[in-house]
């Protein structure tokens, strides 16, 4: 019997408490409710009988054993907006008759945020003596940028040993470069009054809508164009001009290509019907730099390497209105590629245009070797619990490792090929899995307690 079995004793609590943490709306950027998450855990800990401490309330670790090297496990309070074309209620944990738990944040990344806290807990409560230092690490704005990490790391060490269940199985050896910027400029279309979309950067939104003041013909003219477009368009007359609703489908910016952008969507069917001086600026930069593709092949930038794969565009969200007009661009490039020059290229462009470019976060590429000390151990733990060896695999999605400075990884907590909706609709997990990734967790905790 492998240790990491032990923490299915504490299966029904975790169920409960999980869906008193889904509860909490600890929605990215609202910061009282994003304490409120931290606040939580924190108590829990304290209940535990684990030293808990929070650090100027955007992060903190519970904690067990000291001395030896101090290792840590990384995960985060703060989920992503709920969006829309739920099934059931997205802050309301759920569980369905096809063995999958449903709600937002649980698979990305409360779920696994709760898990590490219950290894600390089966640790302490089995007597396990450890050499080491161990910290369950939580933070609250995972999903804005680090700033969370930034924060803790300034009057907290860094460990030497960690890992962060916030990706996917096997080892993630590899991240993406990851470049958020604002684009904004005074809106100066004639024939679009207003067009809003998405509310976070790392999304693909998945509603938009447009006002237009037109004419009735260019209304019907518009109508029998949406019919030949990529996208699912509807019209509306009111009372400030016509409303054209774009519906799109969700997907994390990482993967753009497995969405449907509502906001390009929109904007692809406007520029091919009226002129870029009707449209405005920005629109127009848009349609011209970016359009519907998610390459970066029209602003220039599109490349690839053999070890993390193709850099990827999402446009995240998108505001119009009478004076004003602004979006924000995700992207993810690849581990060997230089993201300050990506930048110049996209602000040169930008420039033509009169458009103003602002970097909101600039997370650059994380790489270890397949021979490190932590991908050793996680590798030996993985194959403790499944019988087999993990896969080595790299990605696109940004996670708390690359804060760790070449000591940490991803690791879980969703195996592949599993379906979890991330940063969507509907986001779950399958119950099964979720409690093998327990199994997993704790047998790499108890490994970085008594050997690492």
């Given at each position: 019997?492998?240790?990491?079995?032990?923490?299915?004793?504490?299966?029904?609590?975790?169920i409960t408490?999980?869906?008193?943490?889904i509860a909490i709306q600890s929605?990215?950027?609202?910061?009282?409710?994003?304490?409120?998450?931290?606040?939580w855990m924190?108590?829990?800990?304290?209940?535990?009988g684990l030293k808990a401490e929070s650090i100027n309330n955007v992060a903190g670790h519970a904690e067990l054993g000291e001395g030896g090297k101090l290792c840590g496990v990384l995960a985060h309070l703060d989920v992503v907006s709920e969006g829309n074309n739920w099934d059931s209620l997205p802050f309301e944990l759920s569980i369905g008759d096809n063995g999958y738990m449903y709600g937002r944040g649980v698979a990305d990344d409360k779920g696994a945020a709760l898990i590490n806290l219950y290894c600390l807990k089966a640790l302490k409560d089995n007597g396990v003596v450890g050499k080491n230092t161990l910290r369950a690490i939580f933070g609250t704005s995972e999903e804005r940028g680090m700033e969370d990490m930034d924060e803790y790391f300034k009057h907290e060490p860094v460990p030497e040993l960690s890992f962060t269940p916030d990706s996917e199985y096997g080892i993630c050896k590899g991240e993406k470069g990851i470049l958020q910027l604002e684009l904004y400029t005074e809106h100066n279309g004639t024939t679009l009054t207003q067009l809003h979309s998405g509310k976070?950067?790392?999304?693909?939104?998945?509603?938009?809508?447009?006002?237009l003041d037109c004419t009735e013909n260019e209304d019907h003219q518009l109508a029998r164009l949406a019919d030949a477009k990529n996208g699912s368009f509807e019209f509306y007359y009111t009372i400030d001009g016509m409303m054209v609703l774009s519906r799109g489908q969700a997907a994390h910016a990482s993967t753009p290509d497995k969405g449907l952008n509502a906001a390009t969507a929109l904007i692809d069917l406007l520029t091919s019907n009226f002129s870029p001086l009707t449209m405005g600026s920005l629109p127009s930069f848009i349609d011209h730099y970016i359009g519907v593709d998610t390459d970066g092949v029209m602003l220039g930038i599109k490349m690839r390497d053999k070890e993390s794969g193709a850099l990827t565009v999402n446009v995240g969200t998108v505001h119009i209105d009478d004076s004003y007009a602004t979006c924000t661009l995700d992207i993810r490039y690849p581990v060997t590629k230089d993201g300050d020059e990506i930048l110049e290229k996209i602000k040169r462009q930008a420039e033509k245009e009169k458009i103003d470019v602002k970097v909101l976060t600039h997370q650059k590429p994380l790489y270890l070797s397949e021979d490190s000390e932590i991908v050793k151990l996680l590798s030996e733990s993985y194959e403790n619990i499944m019988g087999e060896k993990p896969s080595i695999y790299t990605t696109g999605g940004g996670t708390y490792a690359r804060k760790l400075k070449g000591k940490g990884v991803a690791f879980g907590p969703i195996f592949e090929g599993e379906e979890s909706n991330v940063h969507n609709a509907n986001e779950c997990i399958n119950v099964e899995k979720f409690f093998q990734h327990a199994q997993i967790c704790l047998e790499s905790m108890y490994n970085l307690y008594t050997k690492g």
């Open positions: 019997m492998s240790f990491g079995e032990k923490i299915l004793d504490y299966k029904e609590d975790i408490d999980l869906a008193e943490l929605v990215s950027g609202i910061e009282e409710s994003c304490k409120e998450a931290l606040d924190m108590k829990k800990a304290i209940s535990f976070t950067t790392n999304a693909v939104p998945d509603t938009a809508y447009a006002l």
